[in-house]
């Protein structure tokens, strides 16, 4: 069964489906991979487990960034009728462990040693009290722009590595009639992009000073005001029709050379992928102008639910599937992230693959790696949300920068 979800008053249905899904040795998965790429990855995990005996259940909420994914989930969670295993990110899963809805996994991460090499900043995202309550399945991060090699060849672009570079790019690809920059006006694609320059202009300290300590006078600073006055500038270079366009509809602009850039995570680069292109040949990866030393990563785990007593011999094996090395150098080649596991080969991996590998290790190494923002990775949903309301109020001209600052101290303010 594929249902795909785009409105919450789906929900309902999605409740009176759900309740004939799924024989008991089943495992029912809520995600919301569901653009080419994505699906593409998700194989590798359905293939691996049938290879096992496990029958899947496909539960596919569409909705880039998993919004849409966890208003199904609560209301699943709520009609007593959780899903098997579900897709979450980083606050999401603190707050579902929190609340005792995860099983515990400490059996088998215990046999498989996962303490030993699931780095810190996502083990501080999947255990509990103690208690691993989440399989890791990769690391993304947001701070990626890609772009058509042909498009920015044909215009004489190099590889910009600052915003002056980068706006003087943008302005040459405006006036040889491109489409600057391929963007979807979506309050969590708006963060995405706000991840990157807010990192760009704060700098990590500011970064994490205003977005994972909530710091008021970060929040309220100039540099904010900057960040948003940039953001007014890369509005200015998206084609009319970007409000409300799915993400990898933007990523297909760039593919096929109707716009030179798109800034989004490395999920992006399984699209590019998946329509046979290569990197360094057909479309170039690299990190946001201002941004190359630092990461900012969400991470894709799959949360348990518990079932009503200890995890279930599926679970378990789901999530020794998804630990295990040679399924997170698998996926993750198709996925566009790197493995959850820090002791995984970067062989198989193109270029952009082993230069997230090489750029998540150098920033963990030197206190570069950050939580992302839009992703749950920094502050928890309600934070995250308030952040989102401003931020895509400002990209849409509600109101200018230094409002949206003051906007943003308030919201985040009441939000925390
Ligand atoms: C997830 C990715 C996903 C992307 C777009 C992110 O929040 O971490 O796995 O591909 O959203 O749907």
Redesign the pocket.
């Known amino acids: 069964m594929r249902v795909l979800l785009k409105t919450k008053a789906a929900v309902v249905a999605v409740l009176m489906a759900s309740t004939t899904m799924g024989a008991a040795e089943d495992v029912e998965v809520l995600h919301?991979?569901t653009?080419g790429g994505?699906a593409a990855a998700l194989n590798v995990l359905k293939q691996d487990l049938e290879g096992q005996g496990i029958g899947w259940t496909d539960m596919p909420v569409a909705?880039?960034?998993?919004e849409q994914a966890m208003t199904v989930l609560r209301a699943r969670v709520t009609a007593g009728n959780a899903p098997t295993a579900v897709?979450g990110?980083g606050f999401d899963i603190l707050d579902w462990g929190n609340q005792g809805s995860l099983a515990n996994l400490n059996d088998v991460a215990a046999k498989e040693g996962w303490d030993d090499v699931v780095p810190d900043a996502l083990k501080s995202f999947a255990k509990v009290d103690g208690k691993w309550v989440s399989a890791p399945v990769?690391v993304?991060s947001t701070n990626w722009v890609w772009a058509n090699k042909a498009v920015l060849d044909a215009n004489g672009i190099a590889v910009p590595t600052s915003w002056e570079e980068f706006t003087a790019a943008l302005e040459t690809l405006k006036a040889a009639g491109v489409t600057p920059i391929a963007h979807g006006g979506q309050a969590?694609q708006d963060a995405t992009v706000f991840d990157a320059v807010a990192m760009s202009v704060l700098g990590p300290d500011g970064y994490k000073a205003a977005f994972i300590d909530l710091d008021e006078e970060t929040l309220g600073s100039d540099g904010m005001k900057e960040a948003f006055d940039r953001m007014a500038v890369i509005r200015a270079n998206v084609d009319d029709n970007f409000s409300g366009r799915d993400?990898n509809l933007a990523t297909a602009m760039v593919i096929n050379g109707e716009a030179g850039f798109q800034m989004m995570?490395d999920?992006a680069k399984?699209e590019f992928l998946n329509a046979d292109k290569v990197p360094g040949e057909d479309f170039l990866c690299f990190r946001f102008p201002g941004t190359a030393d630092q990461v900012t990563f969400?991470?894709?785990q799959f949360m348990m639910f518990d079932q009503g007593g200890a995890v279930s011999a599926e679970q378990a094996a789901l999530a020794s599937a998804i630990l295990s090395p040679s399924f997170q150098s698998a996926f993750n080649v198709v996925?566009g992230?790197v493995p959850a596991r820090t002791d995984v080969s970067d062989a198989d991996f193109d270029a952009c693959g082993k230069q997230g590998m090489k750029d998540l290790a150098a920033a963990a190494a030197s206190g570069n790696l950050f939580g992302s923002m839009a992703?749950?990775h920094a502050a928890p949903a309600s934070v995250k949300n308030a952040i989102y309301d401003v931020v895509t109020a400002h990209f849409n001209g509600e109101y200018d920068s230094e409002t949206a600052v003051e906007e943003l101290v308030d919201a985040v303010s009441i939000a925390k």
Not at 63 to 66: E, Q, T
């Open positions: 919301w991979w653009s994505e909705g880039g960034g998993g897709q990110l990769n993304h969590w993400w995570g999920w399984g969400n991470a894709d996925k992230s992703h749950g």
